[in-house]
């Protein structure tokens, strides 16, 4: 397993999509501020907090760009054995494939907890630039440090309800397929994150869960839960199982 993930290492050493989406995770932090600065210079005497621009980051990393970025980052690895059609010398050393996938979706975890620690410290640089040329209320680490625990739940949120589209991308053996349905899984996020029913939408009801407001739907708990993690395991076992049925031509 250890050799696997060195492998995944190496590969994605010599690609562009590490750092692609590393510079995709500082998207919404540089909008966060520059919506600040606009904001500023509209109205100077608006109150702008260091709580305000992550709580506004979060929303955006969970229910809009960082569910289309995860989803890219998710098909690339799952399909990137088809596009460049190594999976049949792959699979000639001693691997199984139950260990291949286990393999991906480790890496897939730790990239997305990468990319969520980015966007955290790319929204306290910014904050700080920010805070010197400008001030920004309530700038604190202790600020920094609350959110740093939010967006690390986030990222594991973020990791199990994208497990669908890794299945997406070894269905297709392509990008298109998992990000299209990305993109419809992200307007479905704008739709209901204003909703109640968003509770019952696992990629809404996740943002829900980190801010808390489950309880203020209506809706219970364990069943909000519940359907977060029938997404999780159909996009694990469908993976797994798809993967070991497949006859690799």
Same mark, same amino acid.
């Given at each position: 397993?250890?050799?696997?993930?060195?492998?995944?290492?190496?590969?994605?050493?010599?690609?562009?999509?590490?750092?692609? @989406?590393?510079?995709? %995770?500082?998207?919404?932090?540089?909008? !966060?501020? +520059? $919506?600040? /600065?606009? =904001?500023?210079?509209?109205?100077?005497?608006?109150?702008?907090?260091?709580?305000?621009?992550?709580?506004?980051?979060?929303?955006?990393?969970?229910?809009?760009?960082?569910?289309?970025?995860?989803?890219?980052?998710?098909?690339?690895?799952?399909?990137?054995?088809?596009?460049?059609?190594?999976?049949?010398?792959?699979?000639?050393?001693?691997?199984?494939?139950?260990?291949?996938?286990?393999?991906?979706?480790?890496?897939?975890?730790?990239?997305?907890?990468?990319?969520?620690?980015?966007?955290?410290?790319?929204?306290?640089?910014?904050?700080?630039?920010?805070?010197?040329?400008?001030?920004?209320?309530?700038? @604190?680490?202790?600020? %920094?440090?609350?959110?740093?625990?939010? !967006?690390? +739940? $986030?990222? /594991?949120? =973020?990791?199990?309800?994208?497990?669908?589209?890794?299945?997406?991308?070894?269905?297709?053996?392509?990008?298109?397929?998992?990000?299209?349905?990305?993109?419809?899984?992200?307007?479905?996020?704008?739709?209901?994150?204003?909703?109640?029913?968003?509770?019952?939408?696992?990629?809404?009801?996740?943002?829900?869960?980190?801010?808390?407001?489950?309880?203020?739907?209506?809706?219970?708990?364990?069943?909000?839960?519940?359907?977060?993690?029938?997404?999780?395991?159909?996009?694990?076992?469908?993976?797994?199982?798809?993967?070991?049925?497949?006859?690799?031509?």
């Amino acid at each position: 397993m250890v050799n696997l993930l060195y492998i995944e290492l190496l590969k994605l050493k010599r690609s562009k999509m590490l750092l692609i @989406s590393f510079l995709g %995770a500082l998207v919404t932090p540089s909008m !966060m501020i +520059a $919506a600040a /600065v606009k =904001m500023h210079y509209s109205d100077p005497d608006a109150v702008i907090t260091l709580f305000r621009l992550y709580d506004d980051s979060l929303l955006y990393i969970m229910c809009l760009f960082g569910t289309i970025v995860h989803a890219v980052v998710a098909a690339y690895l799952f399909s990137r054995e088809y596009s460049e059609k190594t999976l049949k010398v792959i699979l000639t050393v001693p691997v199984t494939r139950s260990a291949f996938i286990i393999s991906k979706f480790i890496m897939l975890f730790l990239w997305i907890m990468a990319l969520t620690l980015v966007s955290w410290a790319g929204i306290y640089a910014l904050a700080a630039a920010f805070h010197a040329i400008f001030g920004l209320s309530e700038f @604190s680490a202790a600020v %920094a440090a609350e959110f740093f625990g939010k !967006m690390a +739940a $986030a990222g /594991v949120l =973020m990791f199990l309800t994208i497990s669908p589209f890794a299945f997406l991308a070894l269905w297709s053996k392509g990008l298109v397929v998992p990000i299209i349905s990305a993109a419809a899984v992200a307007m479905g996020n704008v739709m209901l994150t204003n909703e109640d029913l968003g509770a019952l939408y696992p990629w809404a009801s996740s943002y829900f869960l980190i801010k808390g407001e489950i309880s203020s739907t209506g809706y219970p708990y364990p069943l909000v839960i519940s359907l977060i993690a029938i997404v999780s395991i159909f996009g694990f076992i469908a993976s797994g199982y798809y993967f070991s049925k497949e006859d690799i031509q």
